[in-house]
Nanobody
Framework: QVQLVESGGGSVQPGGSLRVSCAASGNTYNSKWMGWFRQAPGKEREGVAA???????????VTAPSVKGRFTISQDNSKNMVYLEMNSLKPEDTAMYYC?????????????????????WGQGTQVTVSS
């Protein structure tokens, strides 16, 4: 089993910055991908950034067009942490942000921005962008 705990959310004014963090614990030896998703009220869960965490991989990152150039995903393998640095925040970035992890090859892969590609989820951290 794997546990994911997000932290770092909060309220910020438009144009501001926040960094949200995801701490992974438990059986983390078979990590494949980790991603950040967000969900605003009344909207579907949306993938914003993901990183290949497989030790044999390249650490490749992908970022959704809606946040490209503003959001950056990174990892610290020594601490089993994944971060999402968010700059130039806009009111439309307001959402619950979720960390997701893929720790198996048995689950069908639909790409890094498809929620069902991941088999573990955190509880979420709220990000509110408002003046």
């Amino acid at each position: 089993q794997v546990q994911l705990v997000e932290s770092g959310g909060g309220s910020v004014q438009p144009g501001g910055s926040l960094r949200v963090s995801c701490a992974a614990s438990g059986n983390t030896y078979n990590s494949k991908w980790m991603g950040w998703f967000r969900q605003a009220p009344g909207k579907e869960r949306e993938g914003v950034a993901a990183i290949m965490t497989d030790p044999t991989g390249s650490g490749m990152t992908v970022t959704a067009p809606s946040v490209k150039g503003r959001f950056t995903i990174s990892q610290d393998n020594s601490k089993n942490m994944v971060y999402l640095e968010m700059n130039s925040l806009k009111p439309e970035d307001t959402a619950m942000y979720y960390c997701a992890a893929r720790f198996t090859d048995r689950l069908a892969w639909g790409g890094p921005f498809l929620p069902r590609s991941y088999n573990y989820w955190g509880q979420g951290t709220q990000v509110t962008v408002s003046s």
